[in-house]
């Protein structure tokens, strides 16, 4: 392992350091704790991924590894979706899912410079920036040809990483790639230059852990940028399942609706409003700004229009009911 990311990582149980075993595995510092370190990646998950087990993955991780020697990485996501991901899906949720891993790559970049924009952020920090929830490492690449310095990616699901491996090789960008849970970060205190986590927020099991655990490992004066879908959107549906106006069901509710329309489970997915936003960052980072999404991509739809004809008049409370949420921290 580089001694640059053994330098940063911790037992995300004690906070001890870690030492390197036989290249297979990490131990703290006390022997309580030992984490392997699969296909070059640490893994120091302590819960499944939504989707898979942890079993399942360490099982696709491996024929993604195989498969990655002869194939690029458009024909590698094509042959994951379609021959290796282990549970059965309608063809055509298969195909969208190739279709938005494509779209990805092409929309990263730009998605960092909107955010960079909206949060007035012009440079990034020349120490660590840690890309949180990076998938399939898109908007690590985005980050390294935007200049970061050192690009550490962290996802809770060892495929994604696998993918990522495979994405920044063939783009020829490096960035250190960690499987981890969000809610017990493995890095030690105080570390972190900058934290990019978008489109992750809503996704996570403990959003308060998220955050906090965010605001440990970034140094005083760090930044975190992030984005939040918002649950009471007006202008645009549930961005996950399409569907108008989900967010206004009782939580309880989403997961068998979601089931009657037909779109399978609604979970690993939970968005947050606007007011339950504002709560949690006051707790975890008191210092923060939160800004709306001014480039709605529904501004096309009927509601959109209104949206957008009105907002100088009304512009408080288009907060309350905008799609998206940009938020960015100081510690
Ligand atoms: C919608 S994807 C966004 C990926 C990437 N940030 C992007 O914008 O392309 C959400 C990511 O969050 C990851 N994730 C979900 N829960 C997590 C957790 N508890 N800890 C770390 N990553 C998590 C998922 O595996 C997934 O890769």
């Avoid at 370190?37 to 993604?64: C, K, N, W």
């Avoid at 947050?272 to 210092?287: H, M, Q, V, W, Y």
Wanted: aromatic residues 8%; hydrophobic residues 40%; neutral net charge.
């Amino acid at each position: 392992m580089h001694q640059k990311l053994l330098s940063l990582l911790r037992c995300p149980q004690t906070g001890e350091t870690l030492t390197e075993v036989d290249g297979r595995s990490l131990v703290n510092q006390s022997g309580t704790h030992r984490y392997p370190v699969l296909h070059g990646i640490p893994d120091f998950r302590h819960f499944d991924p939504p989707y898979m087990t942890r079993q399942e993955e360490s099982d696709a991780a491996d024929r993604i590894a195989e498969a990655s020697r002869d194939m690029d990485y458009d024909a590698l996501i094509e042959f994951f979706e379609r021959k290796i991901f282990p549970h059965p899906r309608p063809a055509a949720k298969i195909d969208a899912s190739i279709e938005h891993r494509r779209s990805l790559a092409i929309r990263s970049p730009s998605r960092l410079e909107s955010l960079l924009d909206i949060t007035a952020r012009q440079a990034l920090p020349k120490g660590v920036t840690l890309d949180l929830g990076c998938g399939s490492g898109e908007a690590c690449a985005a980050l390294k040809q935007r200049g970061a310095a050192m690009t550490v990616g962290l996802d809770i699901s060892l495929v994604e990483l696998m993918l990522a491996k495979k994405l920044l090789a063939e783009k020829g960008e490096e960035a250190y790639l960690v499987a981890g849970c969000a809610e017990a970060l493995p890095f030690a205190s105080e570390s972190l230059d900058f934290i990019y986590s978008p489109d992750v927020i809503e996704h996570v099991s403990d959003q308060s852990a998220y955050l906090s655990e965010a605001q440990r490992a970034l140094k005083p004066g760090g930044n975190l940028l992030l984005n939040s879908p918002n649950r009471f959107s007006i202008v645009s549906p549930e961005p996950h399942i399409g569907v108008w106006f989900f967010g206004f069901l009782p939580r309880a509710a989403m997961d068998p609706v979601c089931k009657l329309l037909g779109k399978g489970g609604y979970i690993g997915k939970r968005l947050i409003s606007l007011n339950e936003l504002r709560a949690i960052l006051d707790r975890t980072f008191p210092k923060h700004r939160i800004e709306y999404r001014r480039s709605n991509p529904q501004s096309h739809s009927l509601p959109g229009k209104v949206f957008f004809a009105t907002r100088a008049v009304a512009e408080p409370a288009f907060s309350y009911v905008c799609d998206q949420h940009i938020i960015i921290t100081t510690k």
